[in-house]
């Protein structure tokens, strides 16, 4: 019973790093990058914001810019960004007019971690206008800066177990697999040790 414990919390462990080093790889190699819309999203009803959709395999990728006052009256919601997104940049209202909001999601099946960067400085470039992020570049530019200070990381809990899961049923099952037959050949070994050895013949009488 111990050793089914063990591999499952070694399981648990490494399916959460390979998960976060499959995510890692989707952000360096942006396979497959295209754009999904550039439109107009009414954050909790009433903030207008400019925003640029990319997506990639295990990566996604929403460039948003607050370009108008907020309206009088709420709207009813529309489409906007993945929820991976709207929380990471939630709470909405914080950002003060022209703010330029970006995210950088990873993870496979799910996003589960995502890289925000906030501004409202005219004079700073990155993270750019979502009216001009139409190519992608800016992605790039977003995987140059994911350490810069200030860093913001946000995690998403649910994608990052569903991620995990197909990692950890296969390592729990290598690691079983793995002890079953090391406990297999100990047995063999133990087996071999306790067996009597051959009596070698009486010496013949004088």
Not at 13 to 25: F, G, Y
Not at 35 to 48: C, S
Not at 60 to 81: F, H, S
Not at 88 to 102: F, G, H, I, K, W
Request: charge should be neutral.
């Amino acid at each position: 019973m111990r050793g089914v414990i063990a591999d499952a919390v070694l399981a648990m462990i490494s399916s959460i790093i390979i998960s976060l080093c499959v995510a890692a790889w989707c952000v360096d190699m942006v396979v497959g990058l295209h754009l999904i819309n550039i439109d107009t999203w009414l954050a909790n009803g009433r903030n207008p914001w400019t925003v640029s959709h990319h997506e990639a395999l295990g990566v996604g990728w929403i460039n948003a810019t607050q370009m108008y006052a907020p309206l009088l009256a709420p709207v009813e919601d529309v489409d906007g960004p993945p929820m991976w997104a709207v929380n990471a940049m939630s709470p909405m209202d914080q950002y003060e007019r022209s703010a330029r909001v970006a995210t950088l999601g990873a993870g496979w099946p799910m996003i589960q971690v995502v890289r925000v960067w906030v501004t409202t400085r005219n004079d700073e470039l990155f993270p750019p206008s979502a009216d001009f992020d139409v190519s992608g570049a800016c992605l790039e530019m977003g995987k140059n800066r994911l350490w810069e200070e200030p860093l913001r990381f946000v995690f998403v809990p649910l994608a990052v177990v569903i991620d995990a899961v197909p990692w950890l049923a296969l390592v729990y099952v290598a690691l079983r697999l793995y002890r079953k037959r090391g406990e297999r050949k100990a047995a063999i070994r133990a087996a071999l040790t306790k067996s009597p050895t051959k009596e070698s013949p009486p010496a013949a009488a004088p």
